[in-house]
């Protein structure tokens, strides 16, 4: 199959993170596949891809969120007019910009039809980003989503059924070895925390990191050498004035200047070793389409603290995990201390291990691969063919 696969960013978001792995994995099984991301900045997708790769150019300034959204659906579509989309046999969204793009082509005929993956869906103000949004899944003619919690919601709140699909975690390269990476990391970053809790996502609502920091600055009291560190957060939302607030309640707080670390991305190639440098993973998230950095967190040997919430809840055994209130600082650093416990680290480990065992990208592929020959099947599909694969 000849396979377009579609994300918002060549950042290592976790959407981003599941298109690339997905499609190197389709081209492993011998499918043809090309991803396709933004990249207004022409510094290239986050790592090498092991598939073809399209970047989409465009201007890096593009005003407000929703003219930035505006921008890079108009980018795509002048992209899509320099290529011939009408000789893939499937075109797949990972994101709301791209599906809008796709739409556009449905609704001029240049392709039969495409499918879009939702692995949340956000809440907005803005009465465009919302219509995007709601565009992008509604003229979809196969939804997927990688949770029963978010399927569940599309189904309940939406009147949109999907099929279920998984996510993956690459146990070759996320391992709890040693690297030979890992103290150069270490003392590259200024990792001198003891212990280190980490927490990957940047610093916005979603991820709850104010609720992480008021948890952090209780843990102190009990570990006062203890360092947060938090990477990642290479959003394509306007998270300004949360920002502004977890700064505020930073300086509030009166820790040592080294207490709290703020990486923001880290090179794709020190993951490995920043997870084996943490102590624990913090990730109270308040709203999750999976986590995926979860398993990546789990596969190298790292415990792990998450929200008594779905996803987690879904895919998480009860032992594999500290789980916690996220509204609930107090709790959140009470489950830090269990995930520190050496008592209880051993279990923690053992049981993620065997989590990380039941998500391979390789079933993942087979498992988008026998939808895709369905949907080339019988283009457009039905409403019938949705429900028929929703369980």
């Known amino acids: 199959m000849r396979i377009a696969m579609l994300t918002h960013s060549v950042n290592p978001r976790g959407g981003v993170v599941h298109a690339l792995q997905l499609a190197e994995s389709l081209q492993a099984m011998g499918q043809d596949v090309t991803l396709f991301a933004p990249d207004a900045r022409g510094k290239g997708l986050f790592r090498p891809a092991a598939c073809h790769f399209q970047p989409v150019p465009g201007p890096a300034q593009c005003g407000d969120v929703a003219g930035m959204v505006r921008q890079r659906i108009d980018d795509y579509l002048r ?6 989309m009408g000789r893939f046999d499937i075109c797949h969204a990972q994101d709301s910009i791209s599906a809008n793009a796709l739409a556009t082509l449905a609704e001029r005929g240049v392709i039969g039809g495409y499918v879009r993956t939702v692995h949340h869906l956000d809440q907005f103000d803005d009465a465009r980003l919302h219509a995007w949004q709601e565009r992008g899944y509604r003229e979809a003619d196969l939804v997927l989503c990688v949770s029963r919690t978010w399927q569940d919601i599309l189904l309940r709140e939406h009147g949109v059924r999907s099929a279920l699909v998984s996510n993956g975690v690459d146990t070759l390269r996320y ?121 990546e967190a789990m596969a190298s040997g790292v415990p792990v603290v998450v929200s008594r919430i779905a996803p987690f809840t879904e ?22 201390a269990h995930a520190l416990d050496p008592a209880a680290r051993p279990s923690l480990i053992a049981a993620g291990r065997e989590v990380c065992a039941r998500f391979a990208w390789q079933r993942s592929a087979r498992r988008h691969a026998g939808l895709y020959a369905d949907f080339i099947s019988c283009p457009p599909l039905a409403a019938s063919f949705q429900e028929e694969h929703h369980a």
């Open 79 to 84: 992209c899509f007019a320099q290529r011939d």
């Open 175 to 295: 391992t709890a070895e040693p690297g030979p990476r890992d103290q150069a990391l270490r003392h590259a970053l200024g990792l001198t925390g003891a212990p280190l809790l980490l927490a990957v996502g940047g610093v916005e609502p979603r991820k709850n990191t104010l609720g992480i920091l008021q948890a952090f600055v209780r843990l102190r009291r009990v570990y006062p050498q203890a360092q947060l560190v938090i990477a990642g957060g290479a959003s394509v939302l306007d998270h300004a004035h949360y920002q502004q607030a977890f700064q505020a309640e930073l300086e509030a707080a009166a820790l040592p200047a080294d207490a709290v670390r703020i990486l923001g991305q880290v090179a794709d190639a020190d993951m490995p070793s920043l997870f084996r440098c943490a102590d624990v993973l913090v990730f109270p998230s308040l709203r999750e389409g999976f986590g995926l950095v979860v398993l």
């Open 315 to 336: 895919y998480l055994d009860g032992d594999c995990c500290a789980w916690v209130d996220p509204t609930d600082p107090a709790s959140v650093a009470a489950g830090i």
